[in-house]
């Protein structure tokens, strides 16, 4: 067992990207080994409601809790995952679609709630910390799980929003940059260099400009503190594998002004353009807005 899973590791920090790919699928690991490796799962994602599981030996957290906790439990125990074993949930910031479930699923499963001080403010003027352990964080490294969360400031229309740049314990890096306006220098630092990077890649301006939402939402969403669209999506990947990333997830995505296809495709298409290959350089998926796929190991 244990030899199988320090060649992973070896081949990861020995050969190249284009090694990398076709080794390791056929170095599919056993259960055993599974438990030591970097874990994730985007559960939800979109407009109707977002939470991401990432887990360790240790245990596993959530960023977000934007269902109800009874859609989160059930989709936790689809995949074989103990809802027991989540230790913290953190939050991005305080809109509905991130934290519908927060209270019920936190109460119920002894989960400590972190996020930002204005996060939490709002959380506690809305009720939705009644019965929850939360504990306010700047910008420093929380431990949970096993794993090292520091979290970085968004651009959005919220109180106090943050991103989350996670170390797991055997050395992978993950980042999690939803709901962010425009990529500030911050952002970039803390997601740049990271092996996987789940990423908004909102909308597309053309539909959302011919769509039937009111002018004000749309210039709310243009905005700098609004949504991250495809096109500015796809030119922050580009930079992104040239860091090092080789997992990059979109994230997300509008119900009304965005398709997966599209979104994957305007993606594909600038890291194409720079002579960046899907399956050599990198791996580029859509997260579903709630589907049954597999936690990933990486």
């Not at 500030?184 to 939402?213: F, K, P, W």
Request: hydrophobic fraction near 40%.
């Amino acid at each position: 067992m244990w030899s199988r899973c320090f060649l992973r590791v070896w081949i990861r920090q020995n050969l190249t990207l284009r090694d990398n790919f076709s080794i390791l699928r056929a170095l599919k690991p056993s259960k055993e080994v599974e438990a030591f490796m970097s874990r994730i799962c985007t559960l939800f994602s979109g407009s109707s409601g977002n939470c991401t599981y990432l887990a360790s030996q240790e245990g596993g957290i959530l960023i977000d809790a934007g269902v109800s906790a009874r859609s989160i439990q059930r989709a936790l125990e689809d995949r074989d995952i103990d809802p027991k074993t989540i230790r913290a949930v953190f939050v991005t910031h305080e809109h509905t679609d991130h934290v519908a479930g927060l209270r019920v699923f936190c109460s119920r499963f002894g989960c400590k709630v972190y996020s930002s001080p204005g996060t939490l403010a709002a959380l506690e003027e809305k009720g939705m910390l009644q019965k929850v352990d939360s504990s306010c964080i700047g910008e420093e490294t929380v431990e949970a799980a096993g794993m090292a969360v520091r979290p970085f400031p968004i651009s959005h229309d919220c109180a106090q929003g943050y991103g989350y740049r996670i170390h797991m314990p055997d050395g992978r890096k993950v980042a999690v940059a939803t709901d962010t306006g425009v990529m500030t220098d911050g952002v970039r630092e803390a997601v740049h260099g990271c092996d996987l990077v789940v990423i908004e890649s909102n909308h597309d301006v053309r539909m959302l400009q011919n769509g039937r939402y009111p002018y004000y939402l749309k210039r709310r969403i243009l905005s700098q503190t609004g949504h991250l669209s495809n096109d500015d999506c796809a030119v922050e990947l580009v930079e992104l594998v040239r860091s090092g990333t080789t997992r990059l997830i979109l994230a997300h995505l509008s119900r009304e002004n965005n398709v997966p296809e599209l979104a994957y495709e305007t993606a594909k298409s600038f890291l194409t353009s720079v002579g960046m290959r899907q399956g050599t350089d990198y791996l580029l998926s859509v997260a579903p807005k709630a589907s049954d796929q597999k936690v990933m190991v990486f």
